[in-house]
């Protein structure tokens, strides 16, 4: 057996070896790595660990060490160190973790180990990474013949299956360890005892213990005290009385560590009276308590609320010269916390130091929450401070934000800053709720340059998107801090909070809105319009104000176009914007000649029952015609007119005559004559001028048709003039039809004033 384990060790350095050496043609990823290799580095692995199994052994052995040697060399030569290899159990359980529990891999597992021992198989259960794949290869190398468990590796895979809480399979290994030739001793039931009694299943714990005898294993106190620890950890006080009387009635006697046991489960089941029975009961045998005991009691006395009884204990037990050590110190601080006696346990504070004693992490979380709730906050400071020197961390993290809170509720915010360096020094995660208090604080006391500060510290570390965080920063923290950086040039900085923040899922409307305010006023637009853009698409309301600012930035900017389209997304958000903000608007577009816009604006601001400004909604009307958007001019004219506006038609009339747009004049007076609007002779007369001299004949015929047929004069003094250029120009029907008409208009005059002189 000695000669084929010692084969095998050397078969395995060599193998080893060989694969460690650049020399090798196996895979090396798969050695030097913990990571799950591929696919083909598991078949080169095989394909290096299987060799020839009716080869010499010793002989592969040799020459692989010849191989190794030769690498080594070569590597010293390179002035590099060479990696010890790899244990041959950590690359079983690295195999069983990386592969299926297959034949294949049990040939490989064999084919790397042709003999195993005891310390192998010992070593693989104790390394494997999980209780299944121990539980395979204890069974399999049993199964094959490879190796015959005994006690050793029976208890260890007992051990690992019942800290699993795989506790059927470690039981049937326990009860089949006689068929196997195995005596069973205490260790193992006491094993199986306290595994079932970790996973709460007390009825298997007790059968388990009632079964010793059968299977003739002698119950100690061993057995008891692991069953009354079950026992009493679920709190079946009565069953652990009973058992109790049956092991004085066997004749074994309880030990301190039994009663310590008993007394600690009777005061968890708030059995105070048995407790101290059993208390008085073990000085009655002549066991002195110690230190355990007494911290059990003063425990167990300030559970029951009972500081008093708990103070007797702490003096018994220094008048008996035990020393109490910090977890007394601790346990009665805790009873004094517990009945708002902070005075009191800062007087044991001080007299655990004076013994030498030092607070540990538990003291200190005790007495923290204490102290902030007797508001000593200065106490609570300089506890703290001691923790950051001796770099002590408590055990409840949630300790620092009661302190923040405390402090700011003290209006001590330096103190509360300090916490945050405290635990920057104690290495404990800083996260964005708690800066968010002090924070919060700052801006209410008015001293934001403090908070400013802060926040600066908060987006350096990234402490806000720390992914473990469970505090976040509160609306009312971030959205005063937010406008006081708006309102004082720091919007940027104010973006990138609310930036983290929406990462977060933070859609907070308010800060929002400041932000595009503040970058309105920065003269930023278009950072301003994007995050308005934001909002849009995720539906968060906006304000008037907030859409008011950003027009007026566009058009400090001389971009009124971008005014415009600001302008229309507030409409489409059911905002009405002022009548000033739509003449501001529509004079900037018109300055910056965007007619047609202006002409839009108007339209909006007419529709929504805005009925100001006509002085600029007749100059817009004006310019269009003038730029000869004469059908969108005369769609203007009839929404002005069904708004109850009236332009100046004549004062139009003129001002395009003059300028030349003969073909606008036209239109404007065709226009009016269609729908009766009320047009002086003299801006007739200017038209047809202005027709005749263009030499549009045709025109000026027809114009002055509709004119005479709606009754109008014919006085016009070019009448003659323009019969003579149609007949020249060949239009002769239209000027017989013309003066036809013009001779029966003088002859209608003429009768109408001598009928009105004979009726004189």
Not at 113 to 126: G, R, T
Not at 604 to 618: F, I, S, Y
Request: aromatic share 6%.
């Amino acid at each position: 057996m000695a000669c084929l384990a010692a084969a095998k060790r050397a078969n395995f350095n060599g193998q080893l070896s060989k694969l460690s050496s650049p020399l090798s043609l196996g895979s090396n990823f798969f050695f030097c790595s913990l990571s799950a290799p591929s696919e083909p580095a598991k078949l080169d692995e095989e394909s290096a660990v299987s060799g020839n199994g009716n080869g010499d052994i010793l002989s592969r052995t040799a020459a692989r060490e010849a191989v190794t040697t030769r690498s080594q060399n070569s590597i010293r030569r390179e002035g590099r160190r060479s990696k010890s290899p790899e244990k041959i159990e950590d690359v079983i359980c690295r195999m069983m973790a990386n592969r299926a529990w297959t034949t294949r891999l049990q040939n490989s597992i064999r084919n790397l180990v042709p003999c195993f021992d005891h310390e192998l198989v010992y070593n693989v259960l104790h390394s494997a990474r999980n209780a299944d794949h121990a539980l395979q290869f204890f069974r399999w190398v049993e199964r094959k013949n490879l190796f015959r468990n005994d006690m050793e590796t029976h208890r260890k895979i007992i051990e690992i299956l019942g800290g699993a809480a795989k506790l059927n399979h470690a039981r049937c290994i326990l009860l089949d360890m006689p068929k196997k030739g195995l005596e069973l001793n205490e260790d193992l039931w006491v094993l199986m005892i306290d595994s079932y009694g970790k996973a709460g299943i007390v009825q298997e714990s007790v059968k388990l213990f009632n079964r010793m005898q059968e299977f003739g294993v002698e119950r100690t106190i061993k057995s008891y005290d692991a069953l009354f620890k079950v026992i009493v950890r679920r709190g079946r006080y009565m069953m652990a009385k009973r058992y109790f009387n049956k092991m004085l009635n066997e004749g074994i006697e309880p030990t301190r560590h039994t009663f310590n046991n008993l007394i600690w489960g009777f005061f968890l089941s708030g059995k105070v009276e048995t407790a101290l029975r059993f208390f008085e009961d073990m000085k009655s045998r002549g066991i002195s308590p110690d230190v355990v005991t007494y911290n059990t009691m003063i425990n167990g006395y300030n559970r029951s609320k009972k500081i008093e009884e708990a103070e007797k204990y702490f003096v018994e037990m220094k008048g008996r010269n035990i020393l109490p050590t910090v977890i007394t110190f601790t346990t009665m601080i805790k009873g004094y916390i517990l009945q708002d006696r902070v005075d009191d346990a800062l007087r044991l504070v001080e007299e655990m130091k004076s013994l030498g004693v030092n607070p540990n992490a538990i003291t200190y979380s005790t007495l923290l929450p204490g102290l902030c709730n007797a508001e000593k906050m200065s106490e609570a400071q300089t506890v703290l401070k001691e923790m950051a020197d001796r770099y002590i961390v408590p055990k409840d993290e949630s300790i620092f934000m009661k302190l923040i809170s405390s402090q700011c509720k003290a209006g001590n915010l330096d103190a509360a800053v300090d916490v945050l360096n405290g635990m920057n020094r104690l290495s404990v995660s800083t996260e964005a709720g708690q800066y968010g208090v002090v924070i919060e604080n700052c801006c209410k006391a008015g001293q934001h340059d403090k908070a400013v500060a802060l926040l600066d510290n908060l987006i350096e570390k990234d402490v806000i998107l720390v992914p473990q965080s469970t505090l976040h920063m509160e609306s009312s923290a971030y959205n005063p801090l937010i406008e006081y950086l708006c309102n004082n040039g720091q919007t940027a900085k104010a973006e990138t909070l609310m930036r983290q923040l929406m990462k977060l899922g933070v859609q907070d409307a308010l800060a929002l809105n400041a932000l595009i305010c503040g970058h309105s006023r920065e003269g930023t637009p278009e950072s301003a319009l994007e995050l308005l853009q934001i909002m849009h698409r995720r539906k968060i309301p906006s304000e008037k104000s907030t859409y008011e600012s950003l027009i007026q930035s566009f058009l400090e900017r001389n971009e009124p176009a971008d005014a415009k389209a600001v302008l229309d997304s507030m409409l489409e958000n059911g905002h009405l914007p002022s009548s000033s903000l739509y003449r501001t608007v529509m004079e900037r577009l018109l300055k910056d000649g965007r007619v047609q816009t202006a002409s839009r604006v108007m339209k909006a601001m007419l529709e929504k029952g805005v009925k100001d400004h006509e002085d600029l909604v007749t100059k817009i009307v004006e310019s269009l015609l003038m730029r000869g958007h004469v059908e969108e001019a005369l769609g203007r004219i009839e929404l002005l007119m069904h708004s109850g506006i009236t332009p100046d038609f004549d004062n139009l009339i003129s001002i395009l005559c003059q300028q030349e747009k003969i073909v606008a004049a036209l239109k404007l007076l065709d226009y009016c004559l269609e729908r009766d609007y009320s047009v002086d002779t003299s801006s007739f007369e200017k038209v047809l001028e202005a027709l005749l001299a263009d030499g549009k004949t045709l025109n000026a015929y027809s114009i002055l048709c509709k004119i005479m047929e709606k009754g109008g004069s014919t006085d016009w003094s070019n009448c003659k003039d323009l019969i003579k250029s149609l007949n020249e120009q060949g239009n002769t029907k239209q000027a017989d039809i013309l003066s036809r008409m013009i001779v029966g208009k003088n002859e209608d005059r003429k009768k109408g004033k001598k009928k009105g002189a004979v009726a004189g």
